[in-house]
């Protein structure tokens, strides 16, 4: 009998912030074929005999290239097997999981998303960032940074037609992103943040104004995993005291030991 195929958000870093209906696939997958941002904590979770099978990539290097990920997926679905595909943030946003559902659905092989929380609104989110807020910013876009010199985004729209930009994948382009952002029409002054492994215990959040992007990134030597924040919610982070690094994790201690 052919197996399933879970396509599992694992959310943005802190394993606490999976959902429940992700969490118990992963402990009930006969295999789990997992990305490079999933958090260690969640794949102990899995049964002791499940496959665990590393699919990750870094920056240039490619654990494994995309259509072995596809071909693996229908093959151990074939083998009768229950499947998680475990995947960082939501597998919709930016992490090719719309790929991977279009080749299982191609294959025949029976499969189901669960979304997960995304680092693009968690990671702002745990730095004191909200993406939107009434009479500051009423729209937001996630995009990638990745092909800010080359094509891909329409930088001429996107500039000034949303209040909020989180740029994912774009650490190695932000001189890019920011001179195209204001080549289109973004104020230089416009606040602008960058935050490494949001929800994690080792984020990290540096704040300054859009055309320092850049030279913020390479002052702080932030590495991956980086997003970047742009406009006027990201100086709301000021009054928004709980984000405070410090303070964040004692509140989530706390939670912790009550529950
Ligand atoms: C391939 S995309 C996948 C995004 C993922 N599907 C999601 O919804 O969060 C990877 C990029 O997401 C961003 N990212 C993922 N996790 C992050 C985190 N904890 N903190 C900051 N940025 C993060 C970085 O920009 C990274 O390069």
């Not at 969490?23 to 979770?45: C, G, Q």
């Not at 693009?120 to 909200?130: H, K, T």
């Not at 010199?149 to 949303?162: C, I, K, M, N, Y």
Request: hydrophobic content about 50%; some cysteine; glycine content about 10%.
């Amino acid at each position: 009998m052919i197996g399933t195929v879970s396509l599992v958000g694992a959310g943005p870093g802190d394993p606490g912030l999976i959902t429940v209906r992700g969490l118990t696939a992963i402990r009930s997958a006969d295999a789990i074929v997992y990305d490079r941002l999933v958090s260690p904590e969640l794949l102990s979770e899995a049964r002791p005999d499940a496959r665990l099978i590393y699919a990750g990539k870094a920056c240039g290097s490619h654990a494994m290239p995309q259509a072995e990920i596809n071909a693996l997926l229908v093959e151990l679905a074939g083998q009768g097997l229950r499947v998680v595909r475990l995947k960082g943030g939501d597998p919709f946003v930016f992490g090719r999981g719309a790929e991977e559902a279009l080749c299982l659905a191609e294959a025949g092989v029976p499969y189901e998303v669960v979304p997960g929380v995304s680092s693009a609104i968690a990671a702002p989110a745990a730095a004191g960032i909200p993406v939107t807020c009434r009479q500051v910013a009423t729209s937001f876009a996630v995009v990638t940074g990745h092909t800010a010199s080359g094509e891909g985004v329409d930088w001429s729209r996107l500039a000034t037609a949303v209040d909020t930009l989180v740029v994912l994948m774009g650490l190695g382009q932000l001189d890019a992103v920011a001179a195209a952002l204001i080549a289109n029409g973004r104020a230089p002054e416009t606040p602008a943040a960058l935050i490494r492994a949001g929800t994690t215990t080792a984020q990290q959040t540096v704040t300054g104004r859009l055309d320092q992007l850049g030279e913020l990134a390479r002052t702080h030597r932030l590495e991956p995993p980086v997003l970047a924040v742009v406009g006027n919610v990201v100086a709301l982070r000021e009054r928004l005291g709980w984000a405070d690094e410090a303070s964040a994790a004692a509140v989530a201690a706390e939670i912790a030991a009550l529950a």
